[in-house]
């Protein structure tokens, strides 16, 4: 079946670094979207990219969508405490409404 | 702002038991999905549907039905609760895109009921 990896699973970054999570989909994926869920909270929707190559911008948060439309990444610059949580990817199965979750990575920032 | 509200934060229930969890949302959104989280798994998807009275099994339904009789209300039963049914049971609804996918505005996820199996 379809699959969206996510790498790293885990990170701990000192505050002010950098951070980075990437998704990885065992087939092309028509779009992705990006959620963020606070420690105790739900998924709440961050970005979409529809795009081949797409690149967007919120803030410190720097999303991309892969040529080949297959993976993408979360970069995040400077990393603050309030970035605390777990960040999911999700890809939409194409023909469908239905979107795969990645893993998750679950970022913690050191103050 | 789209509100998902489900019925229970915390629920405790007995092995065998038949559990009804409930989720309402307020935007008149067509799509609405139940899905499970657990740690290092991610969000699996368990029923969605995409309009009233329809619904369509996701990568985890066994164990698992569901109602749409409403619009606005998705019921997910677990038809005879299993201690590997504990888990968080999230659901989230969206809005139809217009065909191309680029009006999709991404799910909106409920608070979460957290579902104990003893």
Same mark, same amino acid.
């Given at each position: 079946g379809q699959q969206v990896m996510q790498i790293p699973q885990y990170q701990h970054v000192q505050e002010g670094e950098d951070f980075t999570t990437y998704c990885n989909s065992s087939t092309t994926l028509s779009n992705i979207q990006w959620y963020k869920q606070r420690p105790g909270g739900h998924p709440v929707f961050l970005i979409q990219l529809v795009k081949s190559g797409e690149v967007k911008k919120q803030k410190r948060l720097t999303f991309q969508f892969g040529e080949a439309k297959k993976n993408s990444s979360l970069h995040i610059t400077a $990393?603050? $405490? $309030?970035?605390v949580g777990t960040y999911f990817c999700a890809g939409r199965v194409s023909g469908t409404y239905k979107y795969i979750f990645g893993t998750g990575t679950r970022l913690k920032v050191l103050a | 702002d789209v509100k998902v509200t489900q019925s229970s934060r915390y629920l405790v229930k007995r092995t065998g038991e038949k559990v009804f969890l409930e989720c309402v949302q @307020?935007?008149?959104?067509e799509n609405m999905f139940w899905y499970r989280q657990d740690p290092g798994l991610g969000l699996r998807l368990i029923y969605f549907s995409y309009d009233v009275k329809m619904k369509e099994k996701g990568d985890i339904p066994e164990g698992y039905s569901v109602s749409r009789e409403k619009k606005e209300r998705f019921s997910l039963i677990l038809e005879s609760a299993s201690t590997n049914q504990t888990s968080m049971y999230l659901c989230a609804s969206s809005t139809r895109s217009?065909?191309?996918?680029? +009006? @999709? +505005?991404g799910y909106t996820f409920g608070s979460g009921t957290r579902l104990t199996v003893v």
């Amino acid at each position: 079946g379809q699959q969206v990896m996510q790498i790293p699973q885990y990170q701990h970054v000192q505050e002010g670094e950098d951070f980075t999570t990437y998704c990885n989909s065992s087939t092309t994926l028509s779009n992705i979207q990006w959620y963020k869920q606070r420690p105790g909270g739900h998924p709440v929707f961050l970005i979409q990219l529809v795009k081949s190559g797409e690149v967007k911008k919120q803030k410190r948060l720097t999303f991309q969508f892969g040529e080949a439309k297959k993976n993408s990444s979360l970069h995040i610059t400077a $990393t603050q $405490t $309030t970035d605390v949580g777990t960040y999911f990817c999700a890809g939409r199965v194409s023909g469908t409404y239905k979107y795969i979750f990645g893993t998750g990575t679950r970022l913690k920032v050191l103050a | 702002d789209v509100k998902v509200t489900q019925s229970s934060r915390y629920l405790v229930k007995r092995t065998g038991e038949k559990v009804f969890l409930e989720c309402v949302q @307020d935007m008149d959104h067509e799509n609405m999905f139940w899905y499970r989280q657990d740690p290092g798994l991610g969000l699996r998807l368990i029923y969605f549907s995409y309009d009233v009275k329809m619904k369509e099994k996701g990568d985890i339904p066994e164990g698992y039905s569901v109602s749409r009789e409403k619009k606005e209300r998705f019921s997910l039963i677990l038809e005879s609760a299993s201690t590997n049914q504990t888990s968080m049971y999230l659901c989230a609804s969206s809005t139809r895109s217009r065909g191309d996918f680029s +009006y @999709d +505005y991404g799910y909106t996820f409920g608070s979460g009921t957290r579902l104990t199996v003893v």
